[in-house]
Every structure is written in structure tokens, then in C-alpha cells.
């Protein structure tokens, strides 16, 4: 009832505003040298990644603004490898369907539900292994463009029904994260997951089917109002026969329309890579491609000047997206105030952040999984082909209750059976809560199921390395190295408050104050402002 208390009276105190200097609100220009501390590097590595340790920080804080910048961007000079997510090899005999004509109806019928149980359980596998990425790997920006891509290029296992083919998608969005747009929007454009998704493999010459070119525009590069219904069916016609195999993407000719087409004004007889061309040549593609990173990386309703701005620096690149990003990330619109605890965590975010943010171990990776779909965010499962909705969206009075359960569980040492957020079942074959016990044998790789240790958060490692004794300054290392905006006054002091308690003092030497400090982080976290980042 205590904890209740508290956390009651920090919702209900008012959240200040920053105020910014207008000027810098839009600007490309590069911050300088001088303006370049720990508070910003703590903003660029929640952005750029999910947050980070006071190491951590400490680090990118002590390169400067350029310097630290590289560190995130030129990722791939860090290395890492995780070990591969196990595939039953059931999935990968190119003679299953052959067999299956040898069987009686019987068998046919329980050979093929052994493979969708494989199939199930790789697919549970392979998103298990993006979790363990994201809060593990070394090079935060390379999953945190991942995630951004996956919410852009979207594709769900109920529809594409193959946890390969989905392995794949993330792996190709991992792959291209920071390469150039038009090698993201072609690969994408022939990825197998996708053709299933968006039914281009239905899509042939006699039949055209316009879902992929409809969403390619969209959704994925112009947005509404830059293309007509004839640009669609164009489109639609110029990507017929666009399929694939057990190699991968094939082109098959006969069911390829190869006529005249006329597509945003130009007339040829196009391909699907002609189309790509055609609209990456359009100013609204830039200016759409800018507008979506700029709501996810900085402010949910970004400035105009500043869209077009940076769209000028995705021209100038020819959509070279590392040279991009990196100029972003040096911006002073980047680190202004008002783009600044502005953006509404996703649930990824809160899982992934906290655990980074606290050095955190997170064993049970099925139930750090389970507790991000419980706040609203299924991974490798988006709600429809829009993605996620974002923003304010991911707050209602539902998600919120779970969000402030979700990190209390992972502050707290917990058994699996007694974790209600962190020990979910999996997803059955319609991709609804149920048993795993009827999934298939045990996989020769290693398998992320089963829930390592998880141990409950210890500050005092971090009160020591600082030297915060006092409940002060406990209370102000934490709100400013978890929160994005400063605390009020109010809210602080409630902090303070309860560390002291009855007896109006704090001693870090005295038994119990590990599990003090951790209650008051779990306060701490149970504010609105720890649900911006």
C-alpha cells in the first residue's frame, strides 16, 4: 500500500515543459565541441540505441559529439556474432511435400501438423534471438534501425505462415539497415515474406494484384495523395511474376507483363526495379523517408522545415542512410529541448531499455518477449500492414498498468511460476496464447526457451562506483540517468521522501537499503516521464 501511495502521488504532480531556443529547432548544423556533454550523450544513446549504463555513458560522453556519433553509426567495426537461432531441420527437407504424396490421409494429416509445430517453435526461436540481441549486442543502433525498419517493411508469421521466411526479413533488414534506400526498397520489393504477405506471388499478367504496389507507395515510400489509381495498376502490372523458390527470389517471365506502362507521368515498358527508380527520383520521396525517421528518432510531429531539411541531406546522399543518420545525430535540431522526452517509449523500448539502462540480466528471454506483447507490441507480428500506430497509442489504461508491472518484475528476483509478465505462454498455431508442451522435438542448436536466472536488480554496485550515500543524491543519479526530462520539484522530494522514510534519514550502510533503492527505482519508473524517451 506504501508503494501505491507514492507512486499515486507522482502521477498526479505535474510534468514540466522545456523550454528551446527556436532557432536551433530545425537546424542541420552540428552542435559544438563545447556544448557536448553526459546529458547529451545520455539523449543520443536512447535514441540512436535503448540506453545504456552510467559506463557506458561515461564513454560516449568522454568522445565528443562526431566521435561518439562514429561509435554508434560504424557498428559494423564492432564485433559480434550470436549464435544463430535453431531451425528444426524437419523445415529444411526439400523433399517433405514429395513424401507427403506416399502417405495414407492420416499420416499426410499428422506429418503435416509435426512440421507446423516445428515451424511454430522456430519461429519463436528466431524472434527469442532478436530479443537476445537487442539487449545484449554491442552495437545498439544496428537493432534500434532494425526495429525501425521492421516497423515500416512489415510482415507477420499468422499471414506469412513461414518462420523462415520471416528469419529471413529480419535478418535482410538487419543487414540493410544503413545501406542505401533503394537496395532496402528493391530487396524488400523481392523478400520472401513479403511476396507471401502482400500477395505477389498471386500477382501475374492475366491477374494483376495491386496489394504491394498499393502499400509500396502508401506506405512504404510516397505516402497518400503522390500516386493514382493508375499508378497503381502501372505498378501492379510492372511487378507480375515477381516470386521465388527454395533459392529465393525468382523472375518468372511468362506471368511477367512486359507492355507499356505510364507511371507518375513517365511512359516505358517498366519493370518492378524501373518502378523503384521512378519513385525514388520523386521529391516526395525524400521528404517521406525523412518525415518517418524524424518520428521515430526525434520528435513525433516534427517540424516542417526540418523534414525538408533533412530530406535535402537524404538527396544529397543519394539515400545513403549511414551518412545520413550520422548527420542527423550530429544535428542541433537532434539534441534541441523540445526534441527531448518527447517520443512515447514502445513497448520493445521499455523492456529492452531497462534492462540496458540497469546492466540488468534478463534470463527468461520468452518471458521479456511475452511482456512486450502484454504492453501492446508483438514483434515479427505487427497489427496490420500500417505497423504499430505509436505514440501516444501505446498508452491506455491497460498498457500502462502492465508497463509499470513489467519493470517492477524486472527490478525483482523471480521464479516462473511466480512472474505473471515474465512467464507468458507461447503462441499456438493461430498465433493465440497457449501450451508449448506439443511443440516438436528438442533442436540440436541451443534453444532460448527455457528461462536462465533472473536476479533482482542490486543499486549498491552503482551507490558505491558514485559515491551516493545520501538519499539526495541517490534519488538525482537516478532521474537522471533514467529520464529523458527533469523531475520536478514535487516529484523529487516524494523520492527523497520515501528513502528517508519515518525516521527523516538514509544510510546506505544499513541493512535493507539495496531493497529500499530499488523500491524507489520502481517509483522512479512508475512515472509518466520514464515513459518518455
Known sequence: MRSTRWILA????????????????????????????????????????????????????????????????AYRKIPYRLAPPPIDPLLLDPQFRRRLRDLSQEERRA?????????RRSFEEARLWWV????????????????????????????VRNSIFMKEQNEFLRRNALGNYRDMVLGISKDRAMLVYLDGVR????????????????????????????????????????????????LRRRQHDDGKKTFLGRTGNWGGEDIVDIILAQPECSRYLSRKLLEFFVHPEPDRRLIERFAAVIRKNRYELKPSMRTLFQSRAFYHAENRGCLVKSPVEVVVGTARQLGQQIGDLRGALRAMIAMGQEIMQPPNVKGWDGGAKWINSATLFNRYNVVAAMLERRGRAKNRFLDEPSMTENGSAGSMNMMAPKMAAK???????????????????NRL?????????YVAHLLAAPLSLEKRQLLVDFLQGESGSFSAGVRGAATAVRTMIKLLCGTPEYQMT
Open 111 to 119: 506429418a503435416q501438423q509435426k512440421r507446423r509445430r516445428a515451424d
Open 203 to 250: 500477382n501475374n499478367r492475366r491477374k494483376p494484384n495491386e496489394n504491394y504496389a498499393r502499400e509500396l507507395m502508401e506506405l512504404f515510400t510516397l505516402g497518400v495523395g503522390n500516386y493514382t489509381e493508375q499508378d497503381i495498376k502501372a505498378a501492379a502490372r510492372a511487378f507480375t511474376g515477381w516470386a521465388f523458390n527454395q533459392d529465393g527470389f525468382v
Open 469 to 477: 550515500e545520501t538519499a539526495e543524491q541517490i534519488v538525482d543519479f
Open 447 to 465: 534453444s532460448r526457451m527455457q528461462p536462465g536466472p533472473h536476479p533482482a536488480y542490486d543499486p549498491l554496485p552503482t551507490m558505491r562506483t
Open 132 to 159: 537476445d540481441r537487442m539487449i545484449n549486442s554491442p552495437r545498439p543502433f544496428e537493432e534500434k534501425m532494425t526495429l525501425f525498419w521492421h516497423g515500416r517493411f512489415t510482415s507477420g508469421m499468422r499471414e
Open 10 to 73: 507522482l502521477i498526479l504532480t505535474s510534468f514540466p515543459l522545456a523550454l528551446a531556443d527556436e532557432a536551433d529547432r530545425s537546424s542541420m548544423k552540428p552542435i559544438k565541441e563545447s556544448e557536448w556533454d553526459r546529458e547529451k550523450a545520455s539523449h543520443l544513446l536512447r535514441r540512436a540505441g535503448f540506453g545504456g549504463t552510467p559506463a557506458e555513458l561515461d564513454k560516449l560522453a568522454a568522445l565528443g559529439p562526431a566521435a561518439a556519433v562514429d561509435y554508434l553509426v
